[in-house]
Antibody, heavy 130, light 112 residues
Framework: EVQLVESGGGLVQPGRSLRLSCTASGFTFGDYPMSWVRQAPGKGLEWVGFITTKAHGGTTDYAASVKGRFSISRDDSKSIAYLQMNSLKTEDTAVYYC?????????????????????WGQGTMVTVSS | QSVLTQPPSVSGALGQRVTISCTGSSSDIGAGYDVHWYQQLPGTAPKLLIFGNRYRPSGVPDRFSGSKSGTSASLAITGLQAEDEADYYCQSYDASLSAPRVFGGGTKLTVL
């Protein structure tokens, strides 16, 4: 079964750090870019950032709201993606979802762009509060 | 404020058809980027419902369909069922933004 499981969430004080993990199973983890998406309580979805595959340099990109504070990494040997969150703010309080960026093509053979988030974890809650 | 605009809520009776719109601009949907739709049932993680404007992942009923025209996209649900009551989000790409993977604000579907 294709699955993503997040862990590492919890209550943390403003200004502190937290690292989330996303453990994948059921597919070749190293073949896929991975993203993080968050959802503040009662709010909509917000893309946080992503990491490409090692074959594409393992490059990362982030939303402006977290750039310089958050970083994403991956360990393909363990099938784990990480979200390192530093200098946390109260507005970072949210459920954090790990997602797989799927690789799809349309009926003409053209790559679907952007990649859809085709697999989601169950989410892990991060609460930033003093 | 979301880059992609969705109605906050829609409703429909059992068995009826509803549509949810997703309005973008010339820098996202209108620039040729594909639109995806996600369904989030209460208390659960989102699930991919439609990708590439109109394609359904395996297991998604054909009651769900998507379309795109110009700077907008739509999700249609026919034969409404009680279990369709959920939040629905559209998603696309805006290369002009520092956070290019953009979502709509979400639409709450109520089945009457």
């Amino acid at each position: 079964e294709v699955q993503l499981v997040e862990s590492g969430g919890g209550l943390v004080q403003p200004g502190r750090s937290l690292r989330l993990s996303c453990t994948a199973s059921g597919f070749t983890f190293g073949d896929y870019p991975m993203s993080w998406v968050r959802q503040a309580p009662g709010k909509g979805l917000e893309w946080v950032g992503f990491i490409t595959t090692k074959a594409h340099g393992g490059t990362t990109d982030y939303a402006a709201s977290v750039k310089g504070r958050f970083s994403i990494s991956r360990d393909d040997s363990k099938s784990i993606a990480y979200l390192q969150m530093n200098s946390l703010k109260t507005e970072d309080t949210a459920v954090y979802y790990c997602t797989r960026d799927g690789d799809y093509y349309d009926s003409s053979g053209n790559s679907i762009n952007p990649d859809p988030f085709d697999i989601w974890g169950q989410g892990t809650m991060v609460t930033v509060s003093s | 404020q979301s880059v992609l605009t969705q109605p906050p809520s829609v409703s429909g009776a059992l068995g009826q058809r509803v549509t949810i719109s997703c309005t973008g601009s010339s820098s996202d949907i209108g620039a040729g980027y594909d639109v995806h739709w996600y369904q989030q049932l209460p208390g659960t993680a989102p699930k991919l419902l439609i990708f590439g404007n109109r394609y359904r992942p395996s297991g998604v009923p054909d009651r769900f369909s998507g379309s795109k025209s110009g700077t907008s996209a739509s999700l249609a649900i026919t034969g409404l069922q009680a279990e369709d009551e959920a939040d629905y989000y559209c998603q696309s790409y805006d290369a002009s933004l520092s956070a290019p993977r953009v979502f709509g604000g979400g639409t709450k579907l109520t089945v009457l």
